[in-house]
C-alpha cells in the first residue's frame, strides 16, 4: 500500500443498486486500517479509460460485469499521505456470480478485500461507509436519477 502514498490516485467506481440495497466491498482501508465498506472501483491505469478500470475494478472485486452509466458523485480523499479523486458511476449489472474478489496488484497473503455483499440503506448508518455521501445523500440522487 505504500505505492499509494505520496501521490495522486484517480478512482473509478460503480454504484450499483438493487432494490434499497448498494453493492459494497468490505476490505482493509490503506488510509485508516481500519475495516471499511466502500463500493467496487479502483485506480487508473496509464492509458485505460474511466469506463475500462470501472469494468476492469468490478470484476476483479465482485465477480460481476457491469455498464458503467451516469456520472453520480465525485469524492476527493486527502489524509495524511494519501491523496484520490474518486469518481463515482451508477452501474447496470450485465453478468456474473457476485462473489468475494480480489486485487491482484497483492500477493495472496496481503489480500485487503475481506467481504462483497449488498447492503439497505437502513444497515449503512450502523456501518463504517466511505464516502459517507453513501449513507444518505446518494439515496435522494439515485431517486431522482430514475
Not at 485508516?32 to 487508473?44: D, F, Q
Not at 459517507?132 to 440522487?141: A, G, P, R, S
Amino acid at each position: 500500500m505504500s505505492s499509494y502514498k505520496g501521490k495522486l490516485r484517480l478512482r473509478s467506481c460503480g454504484l450499483l443498486v438493487k432494490g434499497n440495497s448498494i453493492l459494497l466491498v468490505q476490505l482493509l482501508s490503506p488510509i485508516t486500517n481500519e475495516l471499511t465498506w466502500m463500493p467496487p472501483g479502483g485506480g487508473l491505469e496509464f492509458g485505460e479509460t474511466l469506463e475500462e478500470t470501472l469494468k476492469r475494478e468490478f470484476l476483479e472485486e465482485t465477480g460481476l460485469h457491469v455498464k458503467a452509466k451516469s456520472l453520480m458523485h465525485v469524492n476527493e480523499v486527502i489524509k495524511g499521505q494519501f491523496h484520490a479523486i474518486e469518481l463515482f458511476y451508477k452501474v447496470e449489472y450485465l453478468s456474473g456470480k457476485l462473489q468475494t474478489g480480489t486485487d491482484p496488484e497483492l500477493s495472496e497473503s496481503s489480500q485487503i478485500i475481506k467481504d462483497v455483499a449488498f447492503k439497505n440503506k437502513n444497515e449503512l448508518k450502523d456501518l463504517k461507509v466511505v464516502p459517507e455521501y453513501l449513507k444518505e445523500e446518494f439515496w435522494t440522487d439515485y431517486e431522482s436519477s430514475l
